[in-house]
Structure formats: structure tokens, C-alpha cells
């Protein structure tokens, strides 16, 4: 506590104008604002330039502050584009308070000299809890008998159809970054038994590895989507995919939602094609496919996989480490990099 004291003592709030801070820029309030309170996440080594509380349209606020604002914070509520960054030529950093980095055009931050951060493995534990739980309440089928006993329907049909055993069943883990990592981990727990595909092969498990999705879905009772949403994997979980899991086979994407071909995804369970799935993410957040309303084999969940007070405050501990590494010229915490 007294450090923490000490430190806000030195946070230069008194020596220096809000002016001569760092200015950081933030497009849209990043979800962990509304957890963690503005006053402790926007630490006041910084001035914070909250784009959605100006009154001026987007891009007259940027261009009056183009010349100052070095870094940018941002999450998946706002994309960081080329053309954003064109127009923010003083921009050296870009933070994001998500695992995902799907919404800032990496290449374009590359070709400027722009360092990113990303939420790096604070999300790991809770992302691969809440991938663990959805396959299990898809397979005991946890949600859809809640809604039978709350609708009475035990007291008027009787008995409610058996779920399916965890230990035993073949996972595949589709990227094995640090949440499916963890993933993994949990699932050996529970005696399954696990198998990845991933951009390389990680020569210090022993899981077994398959190259490409078709084949690991063909090996696999189910698959676990933990990777990022890029070029390569936009829809790589399609038709192929979808049939080599067959009939018995279940889909949990806690990744991304473009990640699978969310149309073949809908037909597919409506044609019980695949039993099941237990999805985090949608292609069209929040917009969900309404047939899946309708299917108990389904169990949805609104984009929080990763999210739960703990992991946002130890991602808001990773923000200001980031920025504070990176205005004192040392190497950022979490950068993100081609895993
Ligand atoms: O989906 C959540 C994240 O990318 O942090």
C-alpha cells in the first residue's frame, strides 16, 4: 500500500500540466472501463483524449490532435485502421485491452514502426474455464436441463435424455496459444484426451499434432476453437471441417466468430450434421442466429469467456505496465507476436 502511495506521489500529477503528459488516445470505452472504474484503469500519467466524450465528429477531434497523441488504446470496439493511423502521425504505440487483435491492421502498425500490446496471457485461465464449461455443458447438456426443470417439464414428461461422458473424448484443440494451452491442460485433468493443430508444431508437448484442421476434426469428438481470428483462419471451420467431426461431433468456439463458417456452422445443427455446440463468439456480435434459439443442443453465451473482474484487474496492472515500459524506453510487457 505504502508503494502504492509512494507511487502516486511520483505520478508527476503535480509538476507537470495535463498538456505535457503523454497524450493516449482511446476510441471507445475498452469493457474493462465499466468493471474497473475510469478513475483506476486511466492511470493519471496520461492524458487519457476519450474520443466518445467530445463533441466534435471523429475525425475533426483527431485531426486537432493529431500532432501530439503517441499511442493509442483501443479494444475490439473500435478498429485501429491504416486510414486511422494515417491521420495520427506521432502514433509510436498501440495497446489493446483484448487477447485479440483482430481489429488493428498489424501490418499497417508494422510498416509505420508502431509497437502493439494485447492482453497477453491475463485471459488464459478464464478463456480456457469458460471453453472447458461450455463442452461440458453441451455434452451433460447442463443449460437445456436447467430449462427443463425450471419449466416443469421433469414433473409433466418424466425423465430428461441422458448427456454424454467427458473422460475419454478425443479434443481438438484448434490453436495452441495461451488459452488453448490451458485448455489442454484442464481437459487432461479430465482424462481426455487432447490433440492440436497449431501454426507450428510445439516441439515440448506430446499432444498429438495434425497439420490442418480436416484432419484433426476427423481424429476428434470435439473442437475447441482458441485461436485468432487473421486472414488464414477467417471460415477455415467449414463444410470440410464440419463433416470430417461428424455427426457425433461437437464445435466450442470461444476465438472468434468468423473463425467458423457460421452459416454452414446453423445448417449443420439444424440437419444434426454436428450434436452440438457451445459458442462464446459470433460472426455478427450481438447478433446471434436465431435458429440456434431454437436447438437445446446449443448452449450460447454472450462474449465473456475471457472476462471476470480478477482478469480485468490484472489486464489493467498490463495496460499501465505496457505504457509505462514503453514511455520509459523499455521493452513492453505483452507484445504481440506471430505465435
Ligand atoms: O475476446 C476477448 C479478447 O480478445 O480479449
Request: net charge negative; glycine share 8%; with cysteine.
Amino acid at each position: 500500500m505504502a508503494d502504492q502511495e509512494e507511487e502516486q506521489d511520483n505520478t508527476g500529477d503535480q509538476n507537470h500540466k495535463p498538456q505535457d503528459l503523454p497524450q493516449v488516445l482511446v476510441l471507445k470505452p475498452p469493457p474493462v472501463l465499466s468493471v474497473i472504474g475510469e478513475e483506476s484503469f486511466l492511470s493519471n500519467k496520461y492524458q487519457f483524449l476519450k474520443a466518445w466524450e467530445s463533441p466534435l465528429p471523429l475525425h475533426q477531434f483527431l485531426t486537432a490532435h493529431a500532432g501530439s497523441i503517441q499511442a493509442i488504446l483501443c479494444s475490439g470496439a473500435a478498429p485501429v485502421t491504416d486510414d486511422l493511423l494515417r491521420l495520427l502521425p506521432s502514433v509510436r504505440l498501440v495497446v489493446t485491452a483484448s487477447a485479440g487483435t483482430n481489429h488493428i491492421d498489424l501490418e499497417a502498425c508494422h510498416r509505420r514502426g508502431i509497437s502493439v500490446t494485447n492482453a497477453g496471457n491475463v485471459f488464459s485461465d478464464d478463456g480456457a474455464d469458460a471453453a472447458v464449461g461450455l463442452l461440458i455443458d453441451v455434452l451433460r447438456k447442463i443449460t437445456a436441463s436447467d430449462r427443463y426443470v425450471r419449466q416443469g417439464l421433469w414433473v409433466s414428461e418424466g425423465d430428461y435424455p441422458l448427456g454424454s461422458k467427458l473422460r475419454g473424448k478425443r479434443v481438438g484443440i484448434v490453436g495452441l496459444g495461451g488459452i488453448g494451452l490451458e485448455v489442454a491442460k484442464r481437459l487432461e485433468a479430465f482424462g481426455c484426451n487432447v490433440l492440436y493443430t497449431s501454426r507450428k508444431k510445439k516441439t515440448f508437448l506430446s499432444y498429438p499434432f495434425y497439420s490442418g484442421v480436416c484432419q484433426l476434426a476427423a481424429h476428434s469428438d470435439a473442437l475447441i476453437i482458441c485461436c485468432a481470428l487473421t486472414d488464414q483462419t477467417r471460415h477455415m471451420i467449414d463444410k470440410d471441417v464440419f463433416s470430417a467431426l461428424g455427426k457425433e461431433g461437437v464445435i466450442v468456439n470461444v476465438g472468434r466468430g468468423a473463425i467458423v463458417d457460421e452459416k454452414e456452422m446453423v445448417r449443420c445443427l439444424v440437419h444434426g450434421e454436428i450434436a452440438g455446440a457451445g459458442l462464446d463468439v459470433f460472426e455478427n456480435e450481438p447478433d446471434v442466429p436465431k435458429e440456434l434459439f431454437e436447438l437445446d443442443n446449443v448452449v450460447l453465451s454472450p462474449h465473456r469467456a475471457v472476462f471476470t473482474p480478477e482478469s480485468f484487474m490484472a489486464l489493467c496492472e498490463l495496460v499501465v505496465g505496457n505504457l509505462e515500459a514503453f514511455f520509459s524506453n523499455k521493452p513492453v510487457l505483452s507484445p504481440v507476436m506471430d505465435v
